[in-house]
């Protein structure tokens, strides 16, 4: 008779032998068509995902954040075309592609633009918030671009879909740039300077609930109060998690302005924090027609255990 040992070790061989058989058979007979389907089953989960009502605050916080994700809710981000040095100019261009494959070429305008770039380097230096420029006969956006300093760069497409009810999508992808790079030293600091203007910011960012930040803008000890529309608001505040990089773009309480409006000194955003943490805080504010940035580093404390959802705190849109 046989040793056991031996049949077990014939078994699994067959067994092994018959899985190849079966993979590679319906390798063969599975049409492209129901492979794609598949990929977008797959990618609808590819950290686009928000919990439902009512759902756990805690297994919310274990899904994907939006922002960290080359693919999302049915979208691609390409590779993105840009100088791959310091000194060197040329166009920063990409295309978001469908579910099959198409370059996507109509947007829902969203804060006044149908797509908004946000670009900085993996340490938080060298932020930008800017607005290519659509060819819709190739689907690509473009803007022209140069880099001031070498280093690893995140890439953010932050844009919402035609639908019925679109909802905001933010993929990312890393670009490495060549050239001279000394790491940004990062602090905790709720006061920035720029341009002249003092900004301040007030409020603790919790996690898994909302709370309310406000930035105060002066000016040589004044209170500012001329600041503009810009986007359809008075400020864009981005936050940037420490580790990843994960994506939150919040805009301030109230009505959209009115063309002419002018509003200041205080700014006052609801935000929400996916995770406790440190985070890069970028408030966008125009004033007598010129944009300025104010830079932010803020700890994210836990907040109560219950999840809450809000229109005024986006883990993305605009």
Excluded at 70 to 97: C, E, I, K, R, W
Excluded at 161 to 172: F, Q
Excluded at 219 to 239: I, K, M, N, S, W
Aim: glycine residues 10%; negative net charge.
């Amino acid at each position: 008779l046989m040793k056991a040992g031996t049949r077990l070790a014939l078994y699994a061989a067959a067994l092994v032998a018959l899985f190849i058989g079966a993979y590679a058979i319906a390798g063969a007979i599975v049409p492209d068509n129901v492979v794609k389907k598949w990929a977008r089953a797959s990618a609808t989960h590819d950290g686009g995902s928000e919990a439902g009502d009512g759902a756990d605050a805690s297994a919310a916080a274990n899904q994907p954040a939006r922002g960290t994700a080359v693919a999302a809710s049915g979208y691609l981000l390409s590779p993105v075309a840009a100088p791959t040095s310091v000194g060197t100019s040329g166009d920063l261009s990409f295309q978001v592609l469908d579910a099959d494959g198409r370059p996507v070429t109509h947007y829902t305008t969203s804060h006044e633009k149908d797509l908004h770039l946000i670009v900085v380097r993996s340490d938080g230096a060298n932020f930008r918030h800017v607005h290519p420029t659509l060819d819709q006969t190739t689907g690509t956006w473009s803007i022209p671009w140069s880099w001031s300093s070498g280093g690893t760069y995140r890439v953010y497409t932050d844009f919402e879909p035609v639908a019925e009810n679109p909802r905001p999508v933010t993929l990312t992808r890393t670009l490495d740039v060549s050239g001279a790079f000394e790491p940004m030293t990062v602090s905790l600091t709720s006061e920035s300077e720029v341009d002249g203007y003092q900004v301040t910011a007030e409020g603790d960012v919790m996690a898994g609930s909302t709370s309310m930040v406000t930035m105060t803008v002066s000016r040589e000890g004044e209170a500012v109060t001329t600041l503009e529309p810009y986007l359809g608001a008075f400020g864009h505040l981005v936050a940037l998690r420490e580790g990843d990089l994960a994506y939150i773009h919040v805009h301030p309480e109230g009505d959209e302005p009115k063309p002419g409006a002018t509003a200041g000194p205080t700014i006052g955003f609801m935000v929400e924090a996916p995770t406790v943490g440190r985070y890069r805080l970028y408030l966008d504010f125009q004033v007598a027609g010129r944009v300025h940035t104010a830079e932010f580093v803020v700890e994210a404390h836990r907040g109560p255990t219950s999840a809450s959802t809000t229109p005024h705190a986006e883990t993305s849109g605009h």
